[in-house]
């Protein structure tokens, strides 16, 4: 069978490599021409709502995903004219927009750092006094990395952070002194079949997620298990969705949500029976679920920017490498280090290792 | 960088995925227009000694290796000229040719099975005279999976015999009443780093391989760490080496190598810290060997001929499908399953429901 999917960058690519393995081909959809899926995929090099390239698509596809949220909409409803694409629709209209997300948290009863609407400067100035600061600024939609955000604190020009996010429609988010950040890696297949890979803690340096640690045993698994159960099934859901959480005491505030795989999962590649790459394309085809039970204790690192000591890095027993064929640019994501440990301290150890090659 | 593969099958296909998280890229040489690897690399569709095509592959890579013994050696001298080969010229040359390789492990004070060569029909009565009935009769080249040999027993018309190989060089091997067949998978990289994996037990039914079982910690995995060592050293080897023995007792008898990765390696993919398809890959690059510790207890089974109920196997806890992409055929190996369990008792569980969802 042969899977489309929109975009081709490094989740398509570990998509695709998780995917042979069980016999499926790929075929991306995507408009760079280095495409770092490209050289395992057939490439169709179009944008992303180029009709006659999603024609093409589906006639050639039987099974359509995506790795990146802001698909869009035309696109996904002409191809679901001829087959399924997964995960819904309302998935991706839902986590496109920071606004709609939260409203959808907040009707699921799942706690959230206290938010407003923004449409304008005068909406900003009331939902400052509705929110309080400091307090982050964020574009409704096309956000990621950090991109579109600016914090506000006491004293600032309101005026100027809302030009520096391009005075587009957004929401204010209180700022929330959290514990860790941590997030969950769920997957419902089209069988309605539910699985739930441990909490991962995240670490984000300027904007960008730098290092998930599987968390084998916490506390905070039920509840989040408990949320992330409430969003698949109200929204129908088919395929892994990310759900990130600010820990706060036993509280957990939802963030966001990412209706596909997730670098906060990439740790499941080695760490897990099943990776979450194998388990997205299980639950779109509606195959059983892999086992999500952690093996060892697990982390990961992203690699960014330079390209780092690869020779040191796989003389690091216990720790894989994972490139992305991308070519090395300051800021940008081009691979990542699984490491697999037998304890809770050789993993502290093998990070340690791993931070020293990185410096 | 690109690596390039004479052959395009299962071999090819699964280095290809081990070498895409190293930040490689791939081309296969192949005649079939339907080479499994192909959707996953670039595929030169040519004669193996064809001469354009081998200057191509010559000037778009930067290493080639290859997945099969019978590699014309004018296409290596070819190769050669201008890029490095590996696993070098000699261990081919060695390992197709069934008499040089019994000569080498001789020659090297691996004990073997009794055998003779047998150029002629009276050379053949001559072998039988020496190693005695029942027997063996092998081709020296291009046998593999179980072709090219003749069971002769006392009584056997030996012109039958001859005639069935095709009256071609041969050798006759003396049958041995061994208790189990074992290969181990050794590497050596191009730094002379040596790295071995825990012995497999292989089960064969009608010459194929059916299943491999990790043996964790089997008393002559020191023997054979020795013998393999012998043949790296002795051929100045850089790459995967299966080396395939029958266990009598405590002594082990070499039956033949493999130059190349292996079917009784393919339990690393999940069995090992690092799988015989990424080490191979880091061999022939000279990049530190990962670690061959085993995890788990773990086994794998070949699927064979018709395509089994996929389904049911991917609902299987700890069992991880991997299909070559292959038309189901009788007798063709199109796929095996590995199992990863915590105990010998749950892994002997798990290959019996692996058994009744192929009977």
Known sequence: MKIGILGGGQLARMLALAGYPLGLDFVVLEPAPDACAAPLAEHIQAAYDDEAAL??????????????????????EQLNESLSVYPPANALSTARDRNNEKNLFRELGIETAP???VHDLAGLEQA?????????LKTRTLGYDGKGQQVIRPGDDLEVAWRSIGRVPAILEGFVAFDREVSIIAVRSLSGELAFYPLAENVHQEGILRVSTCLRQDSHQTLAEDYARRVLEK???????????????EHLLANEMAPRVHNSGHWTLEGAETSQFENHLRAILGLPLGSTAPL?????????????ETRSLLALKNAHLHLYGKAPRPGRKIGHVTLREVSADELSAGLSRVHKILE
């Not at 024609?55 to 996904?76: D, G, I, K």
């Open 55 to 76: 024609e093409q698509l589906a006639q050639t596809t039987e099974r359509v995903t995506y790795e990146f949220e802001s698909v869009p909409a035309s696109a996904v």
């Open 296 to 308: 060892g204790h697990a982390a990961m690192v992203n690699l960014i920017g330079d390209m780092p």
């Open 115 to 117: 938010f407003a609407e």
């Open 235 to 249: 929204l129908d859901y088919v395929g892994v969705l990310a759900l990130e959480f600010f820990q706060v005491g």
């Open 128 to 136: 400052v006094s509705k929110v309080g600061l400091p307090a982050i």
